[in-house]
């Protein structure tokens, strides 16, 4: 089945930093979803995105389907934005979810 | 709010209890998932529910039973759990492709339980 990896597995950021994550999928996919888990263990969707490139506010998220990669941008980070991204990516409905990145904002 | 709430939000059972989690979709979709995320593990899938009908069981231990009485509902029936089944449980739904119209997988999140199993 379909393997997914990101990295970093943990980022520290000043308030006000850029940051990228990636993620890597070892096999073709035809759905692909950033979320981002808050505290209280909520997954908040970001992007659903198998192809292509979509921005909302400070964060942007482009998905290379051919080379197997999507990349999610934060920019200006806020201390809000800390907690953990996930992707996850499928062929059909089985999303398979990588390990998370877990971002650390600090004021 | 996504449009998908979970019942109880927090539950703590002994080993020989039963219980049961609930979910229910207010988004119309046709499609519901139940997902296990334990302490510093990736999200695993458990259960897919596709038009009321299970897909997929991924080699999940008898002691969950999975029911979905219709397309808005899915429970998690849950008996003689051991220590390590304690974990956040998540409830998805999301929209399938029906008669070949386009429709993507995009999967919306509940807010989950926190089952302890002491």
């Known amino acids: 089945g379909i393997q997914v990896e990101q990295s970093p597995p943990d980022l520290i950021l000043q308030e006000g930093a850029n940051s990228t994550l990636r993620c890597n999928f070892s096999d073709s996919v035809n759905n692909l979803q950033w979320f981002h888990q808050n505290p209280w263990g909520q997954l908040i969707n970001l992007f659903y995105?198998?192809?292509g490139t979509k921005q909302n506010g400070r964060l942007s998220a482009t998905t290379v389907a051919t080379e197997r990669y999507s990349l999610l941008y934060i920019s200006s980070s806020q201390t809000t934005d800390s907690g953990v991204y996930f992707c996850a990516a499928s062929y059909g409905q089985n999303f398979v979810f990588g390990p998370g990145t877990r971002l650390s904002v600090l004021p | 709010e996504t449009g998908v709430t979970q019942t109880p939000r927090h539950l703590v059972m002994g080993m020989t209890n039963k219980k049961s989690l609930k979910c229910e979709q207010h988004?119309?979709?046709?499609?519901m998932y139940w997902y296990k995320q334990s302490a510093k593990k990736p999200l695993e899938l458990m259960f897919v529910y596709s038009l009321e009908e299970r897909v997929e069981n991924n080699s999940v231990p008898s002691r969950f039973s999975p029911e979905c009485p219709n397309s808005s509902h899915l429970f998690l029936h849950l008996h003689t759990l051991q220590p390590e089944d304690s974990a956040l449980y998540l409830c998805a739904s999301s929209q399938h492709p029906l008669g070949g119209v386009k429709s993507s997988y995009e999967q919306y999140f509940g807010p989950g339980t926190r089952l302890t199993v002491t």
């Open positions: 988004l119309g979709h046709n499609a």
């Open positions: 995105i198998p192809s």
